[in-house]
């Protein structure tokens, strides 16, 4: 018999308490997933309510601009301490417990001027936490699981969206906004001590932390080389992100007055409101996966445009929610612009990322498929404060007619001046004027 260690018995009992550990290591993402997104569903809905129920519309979209605004701001500061420290599970740790803390003052006292600080407060660690667990997830899942352990990851964010969403329904009618809040503070204490349990995977840098690579780093991150040297030629990558800007500023403006608009414009009750919003993470779960395999069969820009026209679509069937008179009617027009949502939203991310991934250079690709999200979060920025300002002098279906005029130029923009990368369908004979190699 071969002298092998599979043969002694030692292979497979090392090979099986790896793969436990690494199940274990697994099922404690998914539960800090879940915890975590709940949390922040809950508390982003909530004082969206609460604000609205005092202040002016303008208020309610500032909170959701401050939230915006801390995310765009401070992700690259967190991954930048993150990769440089290599010190990833105390990160995670110290921007779960941030958000914690972030909410806590609002269990003694939450008037407006608070909920929107605190709003504020709770993205600075959101960022930090998000950018830097996916890497944990990533590094978890090993070279040939990477793919399986986001996928897992993602979809147990879905779940905890929709629970968030359904629980925020029912919590806004029965407790009172201290009470919520503290509910709040419990789930994210919970998603911390569960963070404690895990295990980093992640390698230790090769250099050490010094002040002179936090400064490095940081100028980097803030000024990445696509903006500085430009966009790779031949299919309109710069204008795709000029359009990604202005769709979000669609999409997250009338995002930012949701649990108001429902409630108080459209009259749902807190409950049914609770039930439209997980409407389109309870989509997204499934239409992920199926744009996934289609943007493999059809190519990249149609699902593009769907996408970007679809903050429009949605911010014209929610106007439209107010027309007829019967509950049911409303209720159903108003889930339908959520289905239109995660449909679109779904489309759009996929092909968004594949067109990236198409074009960029191999060197640049993160850093591209990165200023996705700079794009992203400034129109999330914009977005809000146009809306909440326009509602504020006119009405919220005034302001939502008039900034799906946005999405409208954005997704011409992108038919007319972004090219079709995908190989599959032609788009790079189309670009070059070549055939494809």
Same mark, same amino acid.
């Given at each position: 018999m071969p002298d092998d260690d599979r043969y002694r018995g030692e292979g497979p009992i090392v090979v099986t308490l790896e793969s436990a550990v690494r199940r274990r290591q697994l099922a404690i993402l998914v539960a800090i997933a879940i915890s975590h997104i709940t949390a922040g569903a809950l508390f982003g809905t909530s004082v969206a309510y609460y604000i609205g129920l005092e202040g002016s519309p303008?208020?309610?979209?500032?909170?959701?601009?401050?939230?915006?605004?801390?995310?765009?701001?401070?992700?690259?500061?967190?991954?930048?301490?993150?990769d440089i420290t290599g010190r990833r599970k105390a990160v995670v740790v110290g921007t779960s417990l941030g958000t914690v803390l972030a909410v806590a003052?609002?269990?003694?006292a939450n008037p407006v001027w608070l909920e929107i600080a605190s709003r504020g407060l709770f993205a600075v660690f959101v960022a930090g936490f998000q950018s830097t667990m996916l890497t944990i997830v990533s590094e978890s899942g090993g070279d040939h699981g990477r793919g399986r352990a986001i996928g897992f990851?993602?979809?147990?964010?879905?779940? $905890?969206?929709?629970? &968030? +969403?359904? !629980?925020?329904?029912?919590?806004?009618?029965?407790?009172?906004?201290n009470q919520l809040y503290l509910v709040i503070v419990v789930v994210g204490i919970v998603s911390t001590t569960l963070v404690l349990l895990i295990t980093d995977p992640t390698p230790e840098p090769d250099e050490p932390a010094t002040?002179?690579?936090?400064?490095?780093?940081?100028?980097?991150?803030?000024a990445p080389r696509s903006v500085r040297n430009?966009?790779?030629?031949?299919?309109?990558?710069g204008w795709l992100y000029v359009g990604l800007f202005l769709r979000n500023m669609t999409q997250k403006g009338v995002s930012a007055v949701?649990?108001?608009?429902?409630?108080?414009t459209v009259g749902l009750t807190e409950f049914l409101m609770g039930v439209v919003l997980a409407v389109s993470p309870t989509i997204r779960t499934v239409?992920?996966?199926?744009?996934?395999?289609?943007?493999?069969?059809?190519?990249?820009?149609?699902?593009?445009?769907?996408?970007? $026209?679809?903050?429009? &679509? +949605?911010? !014209?069937v929610l106007v439209g929610a107010t027309i007829p008179t019967a509950l049911p009617a409303r209720v159903g027009l108003s889930a339908l612009a959520f289905v239109v949502h995660a449909v679109t939203f779904s489309a759009l991310t996929i092909g968004t990322i594949a067109f990236i991934s198409d074009v960029a250079p191999l060197d640049r690709e993160s850093e591209l498929i990165g200023l996705r999200s700079t794009a992203r979060g400034a129109g999330g920025v914009v977005g809000p404060l146009a809306v909440?300002?326009?509602?504020?002098?006119?009405?919220?279906?005034?302001?939502?007619?008039v900034i799906s005029v946005v999405s409208i130029v954005a997704t011409v923009l992108v038919a007319t001046r972004v090219t079709e990368s995908y190989e599959g369908s032609g788009g790079l004979e189309a670009a070059s004027g070549e055939p494809a190699e």
């Open positions: 303008f208020l309610v979209s500032l909170a959701f601009a401050v939230f915006s605004l801390g995310l765009l701001v401070f992700a690259p500061v967190w991954g930048a301490i993150a003052p609002l269990t003694a990851y993602s979809s147990a964010e879905s779940v $905890g969206d929709i629970v &968030g +969403q359904l !629980l925020v329904g029912y919590l806004l009618g029965v407790l009172f906004p002040v002179a690579r936090f400064r490095d780093e940081f100028r980097r991150r803030f430009g966009f790779p030629d031949g299919h309109g990558l949701l649990p108001v608009y429902l409630t108080q239409a992920m996966y199926g744009f996934g395999r289609l943007s493999d069969a059809i190519g990249r820009k149609h699902l593009i445009v769907l996408g970007i $026209g679809g903050a429009a &679509g +949605q911010a !014209l909440g300002a326009l509602a504020t002098v006119t009405d919220y279906p005034t302001s939502f007619v």
